[in-house]
């Protein structure tokens, strides 16, 4: 299996770190539900961790709709780095060869 470049591993992480959140909001604004009810007090928190749970969502989508597509345009990247390498290695060979065969310096 090839090495995920750092810029891979971040994003995952940072996704993770997103899903713990979601799931941290989620866990406390269901522990204030149940132990205190929807009252006047608790109402604008309620509200307040379920706002948090939707701006990390939203980060959440767009990375995971990014993910494949980085991936994807990394691969294609390594793999035409190291075509170009291999053509300018040939090419630097061929033209080492002609001025050989031709005694050229």
Avoid: C, W
Wanted: glycine content about 2%; proline content about 4%; aromatic content about 6%.
């Amino acid at each position: 299996m090839a090495k995920l470049p750092d810029e891979i591993i971040t994003i995952i992480f940072i996704q993770r770190q997103i899903v713990e959140g979601v799931n941290e909001a989620a866990a406390t604004e269901s522990m204030i539900f149940e132990q205190f009810g929807e009252t006047e007090a608790t109402l604008p928190v309620l509200e307040q961790l379920q706002n948090v749970r939707e701006r990390l969502i939203g980060p959440y989508s767009r990375l995971s709709a990014l993910l494949p597509r980085i991936t994807d345009m990394l691969n294609l990247l390594y793999k035409t780095v190291e075509q170009a390498q291999a053509a300018h290695n040939a090419s630097v060979a061929s033209v080492r060869e002609a001025k050989i065969d031709f005694d050229l310096s």
